[in-house]
């Protein structure tokens, strides 16, 4: 290689950097980045940790990752948990209506009693209420 190749080399990332400038001034990845962060936020505002850990813990099992009631022990239950991607079923269902399955499990509101509360969701609310915007934003 020659001198004027590897200057030219040297010069092609930073052009093609500053190519990926946006109109603010922000690169594309920064940008990215950035609205990454903001979602991760916005999702932590609405649905606390011990919620989304709850979840993944226990409701998980039965309702799934995708929250479409596919989860490993769905396929043992006689009655298949709610997919709660389903517009339908989302539009039939009241926060009230969800917070009481999730507090006191399927029997108390007239659903399969294989769905048991939620443990802890009855006495803390902002577990209950987070508990129910996870499976809101399945629907969303």
């Not at 799934?64 to 039939?92: E, I, M």
Request: aromatic share 4%.
């Amino acid at each position: 290689t020659t001198p004027e190749t590897e200057t030219a080399t040297e010069q092609a990332p930073a052009e093609a950097e500053e190519a990926a400038k946006t109109e603010s001034g922000m690169d594309e990845l920064e940008a990215l980045e950035n609205l990454a962060a903001e979602a991760v936020e916005a999702k932590e505002a609405v649905i606390p940790k011990a919620a989304q850990a709850l979840y993944d813990s226990y409701c998980f099992a039965c309702h799934g990752a995708t929250g479409k009631g596919d989860g490993l022990a769905a396929a043992n239950l006689p009655v298949k948990p709610a997919s709660f991607v389903d517009a339908a079923w989302q539009a039939s269902v009241t926060d009230e209506h969800l917070a009481l399955v999730i507090a006191e499990g399927g029997a108390a509101a007239g659903k399969s009693p294989l769905m048991v509360p939620a443990p802890g969701a009855k006495d803390d609310p902002e577990l209950l209420n987070g508990l129910v915007a996870i499976v809101r934003a399945f629907g969303e």
